[in-house]
């Protein structure tokens, strides 16, 4: 079961997904306990493993760390559903072994507290509260790899 | 076929005569800049996976800077995990504390940036040296392991957009504010997965130092890299500072290549710019907002840490006092010096300003200018996200060194072009 927690905001930023006042270590359980800190206090108490963060335009803009994507990790985010992802994020998502699913009218299809389930190749969310399939475009097949492989250092090793 | 500048440089980095946006291509990296945040990770990543190896020791640059000098005993380990890693590794490269300075600041200054070069790094403002005429940009921890290991990384090849900085900038308005001036119009997305080209006859009258002002801010918009064409002042700049490697290629984009939109910018009518919080692009005119009460002025960071800088601020500051608590933070050990010899500390003293180290410090909210709940900073630096430089209820406005030393003065935001002649 995951459940959507829904932020109607545009440019959520890596300084908000983790501050940098907390960079000084790259430990994902230690990072996961400040996720989203800046801007849902609550965040951490309320996300279950699994659950997924739903916003709008350009989510991870701002710096180049993957501490964000460690982050959401560490706090069992199971993926981020926006309407668009910053560029830098993105690819550290594939990199990580972590779900980008981009998806144009992400906050008006899901609602805050939707129990949603997401098939990741065929590139469907099946929204259970709404009783609604929706359909985005998967992730492209090479980058489907890295993720199935765990992230994109396991996917070198695995190809030598 | 015609191509840009950015598609000529990707083109030659994968070997190919040709190549289109959209081209996913796997590209030889010329040079990677390393530094104290999201290095030590990449070295854990290569550990773990056993491929511990790295692809040219003479082509890494390791700086710790964001936290340095250490500024806690989570940021000292850090330091010490790069630190060893570094001299295990034989990087030839290395500025270890003493001649560590602000990465973006540095590498150029120390000779390591060269025209027609892929240089990446795992700090989002690696755009900046594309003022030289390079690919340039930012990657996370994973793409820095796999590109120090490899040598190679996969890019898209991005679109690119024009700017044209046309007309001449008046007295008191910098590159800054052309930047900001372009965020504000385009938006933090606007350019997002594209190449910032900036063209135009205002780029003829600045330095070096004004022109990477530009690109750093590239990634304020979402560009992948921001470019600017070689010309005799980047020639100038790299006569001066190239140490061994003195050869470069110079590629030029053609006269009928393709951009995706063109946005022209009239540097002549332009005014001193603010960007409120809480996203660069809050750009403002200072004749709408001066008068703005402020707790602190920040000068520092790669955006305008640089001997330039300090000099328009020291000139400013000259034969005054402060308001507000203002912090000065040269960018680099050499930029310290140079304003140490020219007497701008003299100047930052008498004016009451606090002289830091070189270091990213509060730029990011590390340490040395933290903001309570409630204060306003104006500051040098290139964004102004919620919590970026201590309180997520603290604001920053970010603004040009001028701006931010007119503005100590007053302790409000301040029109600089009053202490100007
Ligand atoms: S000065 Fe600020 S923006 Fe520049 S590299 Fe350091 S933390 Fe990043």
Redesign the pocket.
Known sequence: MSIAHVYKRDHINTDEIIP?RYLNTDNAAELATHCMEDLDTEFVKKCKPGDCIVAGDDFGCG?SREHAVWALQGAKVGAVIAKNFARIFYRNCINCGFYPVELANATEVIKDGDEIEIDYKKGIINNKTQKKEIAFKPLPDFAIEIIDDGGLLNNIKNKK | MSMTITEKILAASAGKNKVEPGDVIDAKIDCIMC?DVTTPAAISMLKAKAVDTVFDSEKIVVTP??FQPAKDIKSAELHKRLDDWAKEKKIKNYYPIGKAG???ALLPEQGHIRPGEVIIGG???TCTYGAFAAFSTGIGSTDLAAAIATGKLWFRVPASMKFVLNGKLSTGVYSKDVILEAIAKIGTDGARYKAMEFVGPALKEMSMEARMTIT?MAIEAGGKNGIIGFDDITKQYLDEHLKDKKEYTVYQSDPDAKYESVLEIDCTKLEPMVAFPHLPSGGKPISDCAGLKMNQSYI????N?RIEDLRIAAAIMKGRKVAIRTIVVP?TPEIWKQAMDEGLFDVFYSAGCVLSAPT?GA??G?FMGILAAGEKCVST???NFVGRMGSPKSEVYLASPATAAASAIEGKLADCRKYMK
């Not at chain 2, 520092?300 to 955006?303: D, E, K, P």
């Open positions: 940098a710096s | 530094h800077d964001h602000v990465c973006h700090d989002s403002h750093n520092g960071s790669c955006t840490g960018a990213c730029c990011l590390g630096t290139n964004r």
